[in-house]
């Protein structure tokens, strides 16, 4: 099936550890995006991603790293940088960059403790 | 800088009654107005994208309404299925990014 697929579901990190989330998409899409959800607010945007090799800050991109060495695949780090992570972190893609619809994956919960 | 408003918050409904949901924006250049529904510990569902005044997109009990500032999103005789938050966002000329609204949890009650 094509989709958006994020890995883990869920994940626990300790203070000052730097976690990896991953999202693969097999739809063929050249923009990736990373957006965060915190409980009752909107989805914010932490970096997006128009072409392989190239990505761009979103509105809260402190505390975060992206790369996006394959078209498929733009993996986000959460640093120990990032002071308030605990989250629900959701990957998304669109077509290309302009006008064009943005599907999501299902999220990835990540709590510190 | 884009902005996006939803309300209420959190909508009641029993099973047969229909409502409306408010998304006032505030964008340079709409490129679209998107609709999408959520579902508690989900990723966000596309149902509608708008892009000019005056069209209108429906779905199901779902119907999408765009004005040059707000858009409704109507449940016409919504069943317990339809309970979700519906999210709306706007894409404005400066970029392919969403700018999105806090939401509206809708709860229907059989």
């Known amino acids: 099936d094509g989709g958006i697929t994020q890995s883990p579901k869920y994940l626990f990190r300790k203070e000052g550890q730097n976690v990896t989330l991953s999202c693969e998409q097999n739809?063929?899409?050249?923009?990736m995006y990373w957006y965060r959800q915190d409980p009752g607010q909107g989805l914010r945007l932490i970096y997006y991603?128009?072409?392989?090799?190239?990505?761009q800050k979103g509105d809260i991109a402190e505390g975060y790293s992206v790369s996006r060495e394959k078209k498929e695949s733009f993996p986000l780090t959460v640093t120990s940088a990032q002071k308030n992570p605990t989250a629900f972190y959701l990957c998304?893609?669109?077509?290309?960059?302009?006008?064009?619809?943005?599907?999501f994956g299902e999220g990835s919960w990540l709590t510190v403790v | 800088e884009d902005q996006v408003t939803q309300s209420p918050e959190a909508l009641r409904l029993q099973e047969g009654e229909s409502s409306s949901l408010n998304c006032s924006y505030t964008v340079s250049g709409l490129r679209g107005l998107f609709w999408y529904r959520q579902d508690p510990g989900k990723g966000p569902e596309f149902l509608f994208t708008l892009y000019s005044a005056g069209e209108e997109k429906e779905k199901e009990r779902l119907k999408a309404t765009l004005t040059k500032k707000e858009s409704f999103l109507h449940i016409t005789a919504p069943k317990p299925e339809d309970s979700a938050t519906y999210l709306c966002a706007v894409q404005g000329a400066a970029g392919n990014k969403l700018t999105f609204g806090g939401g509206t949890r809708v709860l229907v009650k059989p």
């Open positions: 991603s128009q072409i392989v090799n190239d990505f």
């Open positions: 998304a893609s669109s077509i290309s960059r302009s006008g064009n619809t943005i599907y």
């Open positions: 739809l063929n899409h050249d923009a």
